[in-house]
């Protein structure tokens, strides 16, 4: 299984109250405890198309993301495969251990950036320990399924450049930036399609100069339009998260 790279020299200002409360997740927690919980992390770099579980094998740690995203994508039959969540600074990766059980499906990196780091074993004394931290991420887990449920529909009825849109939208708002990485294997899966059903979604965005796409990077060009061309989950996943998180 591939693991982030350590490498807490390189985040500047790691320990200033700035950038612990980037996760919204710990900053929702005491003080008290979310600088308990801090200090047993590591800080990581998320590289790019890195690994962070795999599919049938045990999860080591937990993940609080700073900056940048990750995607989980649920493997159909071995071959295939299609994205049910993607995870940045608002959320966690690991939270399943909450309940006893192991992610399925494959995490990967997909947006670069940072993250706090820490063991499944630990996780779960801190579980024990803090009735603040599970109140929170029972929370996120209603979020999750509620999100799940929206995905679904959305998968169902909408159209793929809309679903596109609501994903590219989605990745922007995790990565801060409106150059993402989107390569047609990734892309496949987000939409549940065969690539030459992402190439005409692609092309038709790019038609309408909402993107720029070229060998697995896009660039939105006019965030205001991208938003006006999705369907209306992308704001329905935008309220479930506000309206149960606060």
Not at 106 to 130: D, I, P
Not at 143 to 158: G, K, Y
Not at 185 to 205: C, P, Q
């Amino acid at each position: 299984m591939g693991t982030a790279r350590l490498r807490a020299r390189e985040i500047p200002g790691l320990t200033s109250p700035a950038i612990r409360r980037e996760n919204l997740l710990l900053s929702k927690l005491p003080t008290s405890e979310r600088l308990r919980l801090i200090a047993r992390c590591e800080p990581v770099e998320l590289v790019v198309d890195e690994l962070l579980c795999e599919p049938r094998k045990p999860m080591h740690h937990v993940y609080f993301l700073l900056s940048g995203f990750i995607s989980q994508v649920v493997t159909l039959g071995g071959r295939s495969g299609i994205e049910v969540r993607v995870v940045g600074a608002e959320g966690m990766f690991g939270i399943s251990l909450m309940l006893g059980v192991d992610v399925p499906g494959r995490v990967r990196v997909h947006g670069a950036g940072f993250a706090l780091r820490l063991e499944a074993a630990q996780f779960l004394r801190e579980l024990k320990r803090s009735p603040a931290l599970n109140q929170i991420l029972n929370r996120y887990l209603l979020v999750i399924a509620s999100q799940l449920m929206q995905t679904a529909a959305c998968n169902r009825f909408h159209r793929l450049p809309a679903r596109l849109a609501r994903w590219l939208l989605m990745a922007r708002d995790r990565a801060n930036s409106d150059d993402l990485y989107l390569t047609h294997e990734l892309a496949s899966y987000i939409l549940g399609v065969r690539r030459e059903g992402v190439t005409e979604a692609a092309r038709l965005l790019q038609a309408r100069k909402l993107i720029r796409y070229s060998r697995g990077h896009v660039t939105i060009i006019n965030p205001r339009a991208l938003e006006a061309a999705t369907c209306k989950c992308y704001a329905a996943m935008k309220q479930i998260h506000a309206k149960i998180m606060g």
